[in-house]
């Protein structure tokens, strides 16, 4: 037995704080018990009643003679702790805490919460809540409502957990207008104990769910979401609404990566990475639910659109193509029997218009067609009713021919709001239908990420030889003296120790030799200043390239000393370093950022002086497998510049690869970098060319001793 089953799977629930005042949630929750057909036995509990709507009241939950699975506890938050200590002392395993007053009030709130936790993990109960709405279980040996919502679902393949109670309602009550069924609701307010991934942990082998859909404000405990999302969403689509990462906003940071990186950022990678299909709308969590509800995932990213009007047709069009999915080849054979079918007028070349006299016949006719095309993995059928065609017939022949396959169809229906509310109630198994043409290529897209995901390998995290010894000396080096940049040899030499190939360099002091530097590096040179505090060297003239002999290097040396008075950085100048110059090639950035929350995320992208204006980048979070590390580097738009055009050679590709996956070894070996930047990484054809030209690796300071 799953500890959650008591509350997902009571057999007797105690309703502690029924009562039958009107508008009442005491009330109102055990109405929609009754009404939902609880399987169990229900104990009203409230010791001002002896009977409650005719059922035996007790005076607490201590009194009731049979056992107790789960309670619902509905009392004002002074009453709580009390309720909570009674039910432990009875046996109960399961707890729903509506009543609110904790964690989200702050202060005194929290110690309530605290107090609550303390006490369940005491008893072994599970909890959820508090400041909850409830729970549901449509399933049918169960059979509860134990919510005040107004809206029930019935039973269907579909789980959900909501994280706000009022957002709950909105989607029940969406859910219900759409008929769109249920196995288990869960609405769990503050997340005491039950959270996302005990949900979805819950839900992974559940028998009666097929798809589950999360509102999510915070993770909880994002490593252990990560995991088990990334699992299960290999086997039933998991549709997430994340919101609350706008405040967060930019953190304090002076790398390119840090700059870039944001809440959202790093939300987005970790939703991503973990195959789960993100939504940003209430709206459409339930258009993409209710496809993935209703109709089979896809096989392919072709598309045919099937329609008796040509713009919703185009507009769907632009759509597929706007968002990865093809518009399928229909064969000629294909075209041939709808050609056969159809007036003259009509276009047989998808999208397939049918011209506006088409109807049911023809629909249930050519799209029998349609999805017997080999060539045709999913269908989305266009209805623009005119007068004389009635729409509910209409649907129940695309329902049936779509019914008849293993592909997805996806309908659209531009009519009248009345038409929606009578679809669910006379076509209960009707596939997913949609207002706009955008909304149902929106859901085939999710439909096909989600295709794609599962068809990816789960992929290995790559290990490399590396001195970690001579890292680590350098970074705890660091943390010893509080913190900070390294200075750029000592960054050069952590990339080193973990196999990065760095450009040959030399430190000198400021009135130091370079020329003898250069001499030891090699012509051609590069020279550079060097400076803590200084972020964009080039910007103020700190770098110089192509120097080709000790006459120029001085030249270069002067020029400098000019330009940095003149921009007022001298001062912070501590000396110059003397670089071997890189051959010609792609400049890429390679970085890290440490999140409080996430760990390291590591970015990549196009490089140079421009990254902070093109973010042509793409974040991870750790573990960063080889796929995902594949994933990164195919996934930047400018992609095609390293793979070469207008008759450049493709670049290394294979290197880029590498090199993300040593930099993800390298941060989850070495403890200590808080923000890694290498901007530029040179990537060339030849790998022997390869470079690193620049880095920085700032430190955190020493953790305060306890
Ligand atoms: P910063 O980022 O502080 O301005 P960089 O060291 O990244 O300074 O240098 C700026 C630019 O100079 C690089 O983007 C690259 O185009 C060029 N550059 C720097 N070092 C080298 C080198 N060793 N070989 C060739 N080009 C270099
Ligand atoms: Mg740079």
Same mark, same amino acid.
């Given at each position: 037995?799953?500890?959650?089953?008591?509350?997902?799977?009571?057999?007797?629930?105690?309703?502690?704080?029924?009562?039958?005042?009107?508008?009442?949630?005491?009330?109102?929750?055990?109405?929609?018990?009754?009404?939902?057909?609880?399987?169990?036995?229900?104990?009203?509990?409230?010791?001002?009643?002896?009977?409650?709507?005719?059922?035996?009241? $007790?005076?607490?939950?201590? %009194?009731?003679?049979?056992?107790? !699975?789960?309670?619902?506890?509905?009392?004002?938050?002074?009453?709580?702790?009390?309720?909570?200590? !009674?039910?432990?002392?009875?046996?109960?395993?399961?707890?729903?805490?509506?009543?609110?007053?904790?964690?989200?009030?702050?202060?005194?709130?929290?110690?309530?919460?605290?107090?609550?936790?303390?006490?369940?993990?005491?008893?072994?109960?599970?909890?959820?809540?508090?400041?909850?709405?409830?729970?549901?279980?449509?399933? *049918?040996?169960?059979?509860?409502?134990?919510?005040?919502?107004?809206?029930?679902?019935?039973?269907?393949?579909?789980?959900?957990? %909501?994280?706000?109670?009022?957002?709950?309602?909105?989607?029940?009550?969406?859910?219900?207008?759409?008929?769109?069924?249920?196995?288990?609701?869960?609405?769990?307010?503050?997340?005491?104990?039950?959270?996302?991934?005990?949900?979805?942990?819950?839900?992974?082998?559940?028998?009666?769910?097929?798809?589950?859909?999360?509102?999510?404000?915070?993770?909880?405990?994002?490593?252990? @979401?990560?995991?088990?999302?990334?699992?299960?969403?290999?086997?039933?689509?998991?549709?997430?609404?994340? %919101?609350?990462?706008? &405040?967060?906003?930019?953190?304090? /940071?002076?790398?390119?990566?840090?700059?870039?990186?944001?809440?959202?950022?790093?939300?987005?990678?970790?939703?991503?990475?973990?195959?789960?299909?993100?939504?940003?709308?209430?709206?459409?969590?339930?258009?993409?639910?209710?496809?993935?509800?209703?109709?089979?995932? *896809?096989?392919?990213?072709?598309?045919?659109?099937?329609?008796?009007?040509?713009?919703?047709?185009?507009?769907?069009?632009?759509?597929?193509?706007?968002?990865?999915?093809?518009? &399928?080849?229909?064969?000629?054979?294909?075209?041939?029997?709808?050609?056969?079918?159809?007036?003259?007028?009509?276009?047989?070349?998808? *999208?397939?218009?049918?011209?506006?006299?088409?109807?049911?016949?023809?629909?249930?006719?050519?799209?029998?067609?349609? =999805?017997?095309?080999?060539?045709?993995?999913?269908?989305?059928?266009?209805?623009?009713?005119?007068?004389?065609?009635?729409?509910?017939?209409?649907?129940?022949?695309?329902?049936?021919?779509?019914?008849?396959?293993?592909?997805?169809?996806?309908?659209?229906?531009?009519?009248?709001?009345?038409? $929606?509310?009578?679809?669910?109630?006379?076509?209960?198994?009707?596939? *997913?239908?949609?207002?706009?043409?955008?909304?149902?290529?929106?859901?085939?897209?999710?439909?096909?990420?989600?295709?794609?995901?599962?068809?990816?390998?789960?992929?290995?995290?790559?290990?490399?030889?590396?001195?970690?010894?001579?890292?680590?000396?350098?970074?705890?080096?660091?943390?010893?003296?509080?913190?900070?940049?390294?200075?750029?040899?000592?960054?050069?030499?952590?990339?080193?120790?973990?196999? @990065?190939?760095?450009?040959?360099?030399?430190?000198?002091?400021?009135?130091?030799?370079?020329?003898?530097?250069?001499?030891?590096?090699?012509?051609?040179?590069?020279?550079?200043?060097?400076?803590?505090?200084?972020?964009?060297?080039?910007?103020?003239?700190?770098?110089?390239?192509?120097?080709?002999?000790?006459?120029?290097?001085?030249?270069?040396?002067?020029?400098?000393?000019?330009?940095?008075?003149?921009?007022? /950085?001298? !001062?912070?100048?501590?000396?110059?370093?003397?670089?071997?110059?890189?051959? &010609?090639?792609?400049?890429? +950035?390679?970085?890290?950022?440490?999140?409080?929350?996430?760990?390291?995320? =590591?970015?990549?992208?196009?490089?140079?002086? $421009?990254?902070? +204006?093109?973010?042509?980048?793409?974040?991870?979070?750790?573990?960063?497998?080889?796929?995902?590390?594949?994933?990164?580097?195919?996934?930047?738009?400018?992609?095609?510049?390293?793979?070469?055009?207008?008759?450049?050679?493709?670049?290394?590709?294979? @290197?880029?690869?590498?090199?993300?996956?040593?930099?993800?070894?390298?941060?989850?070996?070495?403890?200590?970098?808080?923000?890694?930047?290498?901007?530029?990484?040179?990537?060339?054809?030849?790998?022997?060319?390869?470079?690193?030209?620049? &880095?920085?690796?700032?430190?955190?300071?020493?953790?305060?001793? +306890?």
């Amino acid at each position: 037995m799953h500890s959650l089953d008591a509350i997902f799977k009571p057999r007797s629930i105690a309703i502690i704080g029924a009562t039958t005042r009107k508008g009442s949630i005491g009330r109102e929750i055990l109405r929609n018990l009754f009404d939902y057909e609880f399987n169990g036995k229900i104990f009203p509990v409230n010791p001002r009643y002896e009977n409650i709507h005719s059922v035996k009241a $007790y005076p607490t939950v201590l %009194s009731i003679p049979d056992a107790v !699975d789960l309670a619902v506890i509905i009392v004002p938050k002074e009453h709580v702790m009390q309720a909570v200590e !009674d039910c432990g002392r009875k046996g109960v395993k399961g707890l729903v805490i509506i009543s609110a007053g904790f964690r989200e009030v702050g202060g005194e709130g929290i110690k309530r919460e605290e107090a609550i936790v303390a006490a369940i993990r005491k008893h072994g109960m599970r909890l959820i809540g508090p400041n909850c709405m409830g729970v549901i279980a449509a399933i *049918p040996d169960v059979q509860m409502n134990a919510t005040f919502s107004p809206a029930a679902p019935s039973l269907g393949n579909l789980a959900m957990m %909501s994280q706000s109670g009022a957002l709950g309602v909105a989607i029940l009550l969406a859910a219900q207008k759409l008929n769109l069924g249920m196995s288990y609701f869960a609405s769990v307010g503050n997340k005491a104990d039950v959270s996302a991934p005990d949900l979805l942990e819950y839900w992974e082998n559940d028998p009666h769910t097929d798809v589950i859909a999360l509102y999510l404000e915070s993770f909880g405990e994002p490593q252990r @979401f990560f995991e088990l999302s990334k699992r299960i969403s290999k086997k039933k689509p998991i549709v997430v609404v994340k %919101s609350g990462t706008s &405040a967060a906003g930019a953190r304090a /940071a002076s790398s390119h990566t840090g700059a870039m990186a944001s809440l959202e950022v790093a939300v987005e990678a970790l939703l991503q990475q973990a195959g789960v299909v993100r939504v940003s709308t209430i709206e459409e969590m339930i258009d993409v639910v209710a496809g993935f509800a209703r109709a089979p995932v *896809p096989r392919g990213n072709r598309v045919c659109i099937v329609t008796n009007a040509g713009g919703p047709g185009i507009m769907a069009a632009d759509n597929v193509e706007a968002q990865g999915l093809v518009t &399928a080849e229909l064969s000629p054979k294909t075209q041939e029997a709808m050609r056969r079918y159809l007036p003259p007028e009509a276009s047989v070349r998808n *999208p397939v218009d049918m011209v506006a006299g088409a109807g049911p016949d023809e629909y249930e006719k050519i799209l029998d067609l349609a =999805l017997a095309d080999d060539g045709v993995d999913l269908a989305i059928a266009i209805f623009v009713p005119p007068l004389m065609i009635e729409p509910i017939e209409v649907m129940r022949r695309i329902t049936r021919v779509g019914r008849a396959y293993d592909k997805p169809v996806l309908s659209v229906l531009m009519a009248e709001e009345r038409y $929606y509310e009578m679809i669910p109630r006379e076509i209960p198994d009707a596939v *997913p239908f949609y207002k706009f043409p955008e909304a149902a290529a929106n859901v085939a897209a999710q439909m096909n990420r989600h295709r794609e995901w599962r068809a990816v390998p789960a992929g290995k995290v790559r290990t490399f030889k590396a001195d970690a010894k001579r890292a680590r000396a350098i970074i705890d080096a660091k943390i010893e003296v509080g913190g900070g940049y390294l200075a750029p040899s000592d960054a050069y030499d952590v990339l080193d120790a973990f196999g @990065f190939p760095v450009c040959k360099h030399r430190t000198v002091a400021t009135d130091g030799d370079i020329a003898a530097a250069a001499k030891a590096t090699g012509y051609p040179v590069v020279l550079k200043v060097v400076g803590e505090g200084i972020v964009h060297k080039s910007d103020i003239g700190g770098v110089v390239v192509g120097i080709d002999s000790r006459d120029e290097l001085l030249a270069a040396r002067k020029e400098m000393e000019k330009k940095l008075r003149a921009a007022g /950085a001298w !001062d912070a100048v501590t000396g110059f370093l003397v670089q071997e110059m890189a051959s &010609a090639g792609k400049e890429v +950035i390679l970085g890290v950022v440490r999140d409080p929350r996430l760990g390291p995320l =590591l970015m990549f992208g196009m490089g140079g002086k $421009y990254v902070e +204006i093109l973010r042509d980048v793409v974040f991870r979070v750790m573990p960063v497998t080889d796929i995902d590390a594949a994933e990164m580097v195919h996934r930047i738009k400018s992609y095609p510049l390293l793979e070469g055009v207008r008759g450049d050679v493709p670049v290394d590709i294979d @290197f880029i690869v590498e090199c993300i996956q040593r930099l993800a070894h390298l941060v989850t070996t070495i403890d200590g970098i808080e923000e890694l930047d290498m901007n530029p990484v040179m990537v060339h054809p030849e790998r022997a060319h390869c470079r690193v030209l620049d &880095a920085r690796i700032r430190v955190r300071a020493a953790k305060a001793s +306890i």
